[in-house]
């Protein structure tokens, strides 16, 4: 299937931005929904953002939505998650991950995604 690879993680201050970016290879890029997942240290892998094929559609966890933007740009086979107001509480392993189906059923099987990148590591400092 596709491979994935995440960089953009960081040391940033309470309040600052970084982009994390995603780049897969392994087959045509715009086959895939795209999402974004973090997990905390000692806390469960939690959902960030989701993005369809085509970059029509997007979703946020609540808590994120306003902050956080996640894009697409298919000539380059990268998804981009833009963090913007960063908490310290948003420190955590940032993953990227893809799957065939379409955004609708991803959400109806709660973000069961096929295939995961190994992550990049955000720290947010007070």
């Known amino acids: 299937q596709v491979q994935l690879v995440e960089s953009g993680g960081g040391l940033v201050q309470a309040g600052g931005s970084l982009r994390l970016s995603c780049t897969a290879s392994?087959?045509?890029?715009?086959?895939?929904?795209m999402g974004w997942f973090r997990q905390a240290p000692g806390k469960e892998r939690e959902f960030v953002a989701v993005?369809?094929?085509?970059?029509?559609?997007?979703r946020y966890e609540e808590s994120m939505k306003g902050r956080f933007s996640i894009s697409r740009d298919n000539a380059k086979n990268t998804v981009y998650l833009q963090m913007d107001s960063l908490k310290p509480e948003d420190t955590a392993v940032y993953y990227c991950?893809?799957?065939?189906?379409?955004?609708?059923?991803?959400?109806?099987?709660?973000?069961?995604?096929?295939?995961w990148g190994k992550g990049t590591l955000v720290t947010v400092s007070s």
């Open positions: 991950a893809a799957d065939l189906r379409s955004l609708s059923s991803i959400i109806g099987s709660n973000y069961g995604m096929d295939v």
């Open positions: 392994g087959r045509t890029f715009s086959s895939y929904t």
């Open positions: 993005i369809s094929q085509s970059g029509g559609i997007l």
